[in-house]
């Protein structure tokens, strides 16, 4: 069957929820055609490592992944059908015919569209050995995930975290909310090594083992043993140590989900794996396909290449800019004058928010007491300020977003 769409949209997470509601806002929703790999029409995934497992707002864990989809909708059923935006869910798309533009379902149903958005996302990193192994480890990326791992968050579960970043931290946190005990795993020689600085990172590290958290650091874990008759795994790292487990997350990072462009002969940005655009996010090979979210490798004045991000703000803010330009208005280059990425972490009771991006800081200006309190790292190249890490001081991150906009593109 072959139907036709104006605007066909390829995802269902934040990037396409927000693209709808960009269109919609605009009067233009009815253009969109979605099409969802996964049985929900898009939802928010934040809150699958936050508000969800930590069971905020006494909040009990879903009891089906159909329900924590509901629960994390961005738009209704309802809703979606009154606008006129055409949603496809459990529709993978497997080829895309840039010369007839049309994109193949699996099954063989066929969608024409006269621009094409890809809002594929990212999937999570799980070695080899582990993935070719269902149950053996969980990742928490997908309502499907969450669902899972909700229930098994129990009193006295024994949870080792594979991986230091904002997700395994996360992870941890939300199961010592639930009476887990709780260990986390980082080959490198810090949490979050890839996304703050020295300060911060110690300053959480503090935080997990005040929780009665264990941070292992400087040392991978290399094989994760399942027991006999379902007793507990057994969790081994390089330097030796043994952990025993009933739970193991997995949270090693995102790759970007680039197969279906690279197979349709759109250009991959080499350094950051994303999909090549331009700065009005247009894949530089076909004007005709936008990629928006974690797929998008874009330009950025002033850093020496292209920038792949993986934020909400950034999701939402690049399905912005492409709702806008389809309208016909002209928004500017994406991520020039006055863009400044943003990020946040919920864990237990505290907020990490970071603004900018420190990549190339040689000084750092900290106000605050880290490990003990509030505070603020502020990283700077010379006198020109990059990025600010806050710690439960709202007012310091938004001072430092009017700061950073304000700054001249180098």
């Known amino acids: ?29 009815h253009r969109l055609t979605v099409l969802g790999a996964e049985p929900h029409p898009p939802y928010e995934r934040p809150p699958l490592t936050k508000d969800e497992l930590a069971g905020a707002a006494g909040t009990e864990p879903a009891r089906t992944e159909a329900d924590l989809a509901r629960r994390l909708s961005m738009h209704s059923p309802a809703w979606l059908a009154e606008q006129g935006v055409a949603v496809r869910v459990g529709a993978r798309v497997s080829g895309v015919d840039r010369v007839r533009r049309t994109v193949t379902v699996d099954g063989g149903d066929t969608v024409s569209y006269r621009h094409l958005v890809l809002a594929t996302g990212s999937r999570p990193v799980v ?26 968050l129990r009193e006295g579960v024994r949870l080792v975290v594979v991986g230091g970043g904002f997700v395994g931290l996360e992870v941890a946190a939300a199961a010592r909310g639930r009476g887990c005990t709780a260990t986390v795993v980082e080959a490198g020689p810090r949490v979050l090594g890839r996304v703050c600085t020295p300060v911060t990172s110690a300053a959480v590290a503090r935080l997990h083992e005040e929780h009665g958290v264990r941070v292992i650091t400087g040392t991978r874990c290399v094989e994760v043993v399942p027991g006999e008759g379902g007793a507990a795994r057994v969790v081994r790292l ?10 193991v997350v997995v949270g090693l990072g995102v790759r970007p989900e680039t197969a279906l462009a690279s197979d349709a002969g759109l250009e991959e940005d080499p350094g950051t794996g994303g999909i090549a655009v331009d700065a009005a996010l247009r894949a530089t090979r076909d004007p005709s396909v936008s990629a928006v979210g974690d797929v998008a490798a874009f330009p950025r004045a002033g850093y020496g290449g292209r920038l792949r991000l993986e934020s909400v703000d950034h ?37 990490l928010r970071i603004a900018g991006l420190s990549t190339g800081y040689d000084t750092t200006d900290v106000g605050g007491a880290p490990g003990e309190g509030p505070f603020t790292v502020r990283c700077l190249a010379g006198d020109r300020l990059l990025a600010v890490e806050s710690l439960d001081l709202p007012r310091d991150h938004s001072a430092a977003r009017r700061e950073l906009r304000a700054a001249p593109v180098h």
Not at 12 to 24: E, F, N, W, Y
Not at 316 to 342: F, H, I, T
């Open 1 to 29: 069957m072959r139907t036709t769409g104006d605007v066909v949209v390829v995802g269902g997470g934040m990037a396409a929820g927000h693209l709808v509601a960009s269109m919609h806002r605009r009067g233009l929703a």
């Open 127 to 152: 070695p080899p050995p582990w993935a070719e192994r269902p149950g053996l480890v969980h990742t928490v990326h997908t309502a499907a995930d969450g669902a899972r791992l909700g229930p098994l």
């Open 238 to 247: 390089a330097d030796g140590t043994a952990l025993t487990a009933d739970l």
């Open 315 to 351: 999701a939402c803010a690049s399905a912005e800019n492409v709702a806008a330009r389809l309208a016909g208005e002209d928004p500017g280059p994406y991520a020039g004058q006055g863009w400044v990425p943003l990020f946040w972490s919920d864990q237990y009771r505290h907020t």
